[in-house]
């Protein structure tokens, strides 16, 4: 299994700009694709984006598109995911997902990773 370590949350004002990592140690998520998901208080884990293991395909939840970029770097076993026009409704903790499935097949769900970190808090103030 992959052990990771999610890394950047914070609070922030509405409009500003966070950069999540998510380091993997152990076996590498190389070859199989990553992602991440947040979940808000009295509400289900949802997915936010997600990347091929080349980079190729990238998915995002309508609701981050054209404000969230995820990105990785194999050579550091790094997923990162840049969001910035942050909102207030996008406060929520953040996990990192490894292990996943080939993304040509589609938008990945939650069941479809093998591995978690244990999440990060983004709170953003109005």
């Known amino acids: 299994q992959v052990q990771l370590v999610e890394s950047g949350g914070g609070l922030v004002q509405a409009g500003g700009s966070l950069r999540l990592s998510c380091a993997a140690s152990?076996?590498?998520?190389?070859?199989?694709?990553a992602g991440w998901f947040r979940q808000a208080p009295g509400k289900e884990r949802e997915f936010v984006a997600a990347?091929?293991?080349?980079?190729?395909?990238?998915y995002y939840t309508d609701s981050v598109k054209g404000r969230f970029t995820i990105s990785r770097d194999n050579a550091k076993n790094t997923v990162y995911l840049q969001m910035n026009s942050l909102k207030p409704e996008d406060t929520a903790v953040y996990y990192c997902?490894?292990?996943?499935?080939?993304?040509?097949?589609?938008?990945?769900?939650?069941?479809?990773?093998?591995?978690w970190g244990h999440g990060t808090q983004v709170t953003v103030s109005s």
């Open positions: 152990g076996r590498t998520f190389e070859a199989a694709s």
């Open positions: 990347i091929s293991w080349g980079s190729s395909f990238t």
């Open positions: 997902a490894a292990e996943g499935p080939p993304l040509w097949r589609g938008v990945p769900s939650r069941p479809d990773f093998g591995s």
